[in-house]
C-alpha cells in the first residue's frame, strides 16, 4: 500500500475509472512478476528467486505510485482509499463514496484483472491462500495491516518527496509481506485477496470475509487513528504557533 497522495476531502467521481484500471493492472503484474522468476528464470523456491521478486515488486510499486500520483489519487488498494477518506477527514458523504463507489470499482478490477492474466497465462496459479486457522490468520493479516497503515498514513503527513516516501514505503511493505507471506499471503489488499478467493471459488467463506476484509479494515481505521492521536498535539502546537504570529 504506497502513500496516499495528499487529499482535500472532496469526492472526486474520476477517481472510480482509475481505481477501476489500476486494480487490474495491480493483479496482473504481482502475477506475473511471480510467473516470471519462477518459471522464466526457474528461481521458484530459492533464495535468489525471492531478492528477485522483492527487486521486482519495488520497481512496479514506484511506478504505482506514480500512476497513483498521475491520477490525482486513485489506487488499485481499498485500504489506501479509505485511510485517505478518514485521514482527509472529509465527511460522511465522502466516506460512502468511498466504500460505496470506490471500493465496488477497485474490486472489480481487481477480479478481471485476474481473469485476464489466467486466461492468456494459464500456468499464473491461483494466488495466495490462507495456510493457518481462521484467528490466527484475522490476526497476522490485521496486524500486517497495521504496520503497513501505520507507516503509509506517516509518510503522507511528511514532507519528504516522491523518490524519499515511495522507497520507504515500499521496503516497508515488502518486509512486512515477506514476515506474513506463509500464513496468509501478505496480501493486505482486499480487492486483490477477493479476486484470487474469487478465481478459487471461496470468496464467499466466512474464513476469507473474516481474514482478507474484516481484518484489514479493522487494522486501518485503528492505525489511522493511531497515527491521528499521535500526531494531533504537534498540529496544535503549529496552529497555535501560527496563530501568534498572525496577530
Not at 11 to 21: H, T
Amino acid at each position: 500500500m504506497a502513500p496516499a497522495p495528499p487529499s482535500s476531502g472532496r469526492i472526486r467521481p474520476w477517481l472510480v475509472v482509475g481505481d477501476l484500471v489500476l486494480a487490474a493492472l495491480w493483479v496482473c503484474a504481482g502475477a506475473l512478476v511471480k510467473l516470471f522468476v519462477n518459471s522464466v528464470l526457474g528461481l521458484g523456491g530459492r533464495p535468489e528467486g525471492e531478492a528477485a521478486k522483492v527487486s521486482l515488486s519495488v520497481v512496479y510499486m514506484f511506478l504505482f505510485a506514480w500512476l497513483e500520483s498521475l491520477t490525482g489519487g486513485a489506487s488499485y488498494n481499498p485500504l489506501t482509499a479509505l485511510s485517505g477518506a478518514v485521514a482527509s477527514r472529509g465527511g460522511p458523504a465522502l466516506y460512502l463514496f468511498t466504500i460505496f463507489v470506490r471500493v465496488p470499482a477497485q474490486v472489480i478490477g481487481a477480479v478481471v484483472g485476474v481473469i485476464l492474466v489466467r486466461v492468456v497465462f494459464p500456468k499464473v496459479g491461483k494466488g495466495a491462500a490462507l495456510t493457518v486457522g481462521v484467528h490466527h490468520g484475522a490476526l497476522a493479516e490485521g496486524l500486517a495491516t497495521f504496520m503497513v497503515v501505520l507507516v503509509s498514513v506517516t509518510l503522507k503527513n511528511k514532507e519528504k518527496g516522491f523518490f524519499m516516501k515511495t522507497w520507504i514505503g515500499s521496503i516497508w511493505k515488502m518486509t512486512i509481506h515477506l514476515l506474513s507471506s506463509d500464513i496468509t499471503g501478505g496480501i493486505m489488499n482486499p480487492a486483490s485477496a477477493f479476486a484470487w478467493a474469487y478465481a478459487r471459488g471461496d470468496h464467499a467463506t466466512f474464513d476469507h470475509l473474516l481474514v482478507y476484509w474484516l481484518a484489514p479494515l479493522q487494522a486501518t481505521l485503528l492505525g489511522v487513528w493511531v497515527v491521528t492521536f499521535l500526531t494531533k498535539p504537534t498540529k496544535i502546537k503549529e496552529k497555535e504557533a501560527e496563530g501568534k504570529k498572525n496577530k
